[in-house]
């Protein structure tokens, strides 16, 4: 089964809202990253939190982990358009090099 | 400093024939990726490689699939005689090393199996 699963599966929010998405996994995990995809195109790395790390910003996102329930989130703070986009977490175990990704949010930001 | 690189874009096969997907990984990186990505779900590892060895190819299809990086030039996945299962997304990631960091993603070859 996948490792990484968010929720919701889809989002639509009005243009300036916040947005939360939510990122639950099975195993211990060495890190977790949040990745974006456009429609039809590559991935795009957003942000890195380590499993000792429990907050992370990065200009309007926001990262937490909860590595006692497995779980992260990610919030983007006065969306705009432009961040219409699927969004995955992805994850890496001790020792792994491998990334193991959800199925993804998709993010439909209104203008 | 370029990006990964991965070409062709978009490749369209008939069943039965052989596709060849490239990957450039970014300069001064020595580890690639490749992970599958089916509609609507999230991507897949397949196999990693350095420098003329495989490292782990745990994800990759026992049949039909092969990936190779030679010491000069792209790193190049194979499939032979194509199938309409095997249409996919197919994204090359690479890193400066294979230590639980960042992988950089290229823009992805779309193979469509007619």
């Known amino acids: 089964s996948q490792q990484g699963e968010e929720d919701p599966q889809a989002l639509s929010i009005q243009e300036g809202e916040n947005a939360t998405m939510n990122c639950s996994y099975k195993t211990s995990i060495n890190n977790l990253q949040w990745y974006r995809q456009n429609s039809g195109r590559g991935l795009v790395h957003l942000i890195l939190?380590?499993?000792?790390?429990r907050e992370k910003h990065s200009g309007r996102l926001r990262v937490t982990l909860d590595t006692s329930k497995k779980s992260s989130s990610l919030l983007i703070t006065a969306s705009r358009a432009a961040d219409t986009a699927s969004y995955f977490c992805a994850t890496s175990g001790a020792g792994s090099y491998q990334l193991t990704f959800g199925k993804g949010t998709k993010l439909s930001v209104i203008p | 400093n370029a990006g990964v690189m991965q070409n062709p874009r978009h490749l369209v096969r008939r069943r039965g024939q052989e596709a060849r997907l490239r990957c450039s990984p970014m300069k001064g990186h020595s580890h690639v990726y490749w992970y599958r990505q089916l509609p609507e779900e999230g991507l897949k590892f397949m196999v990693y490689?350095?420098?003329?060895?495989?490292?782990?190819e745990s994800g990759m299809p026992k049949e039909r699939f092969s990936a190779e990086f030679p010491k000069e030039g792209p790193s190049i996945l194979r499939i032979q005689q194509v199938v309409r299962g095997d249409s996919a997304a197919y994204f090359c990631?690479?890193?400066?090393?294979?230590?639980?960091?960042?992988?950089?993603f290229g823009p992805g070859t779309r193979l469509t199996v007619l």
């Open positions: 939190i380590r499993s000792n790390e």
């Open positions: 990631a690479s890193s400066p090393g294979s230590l639980l960091g960042e992988q950089f």
């Open positions: 490689l350095q420098k003329e060895n495989i490292i782990d």
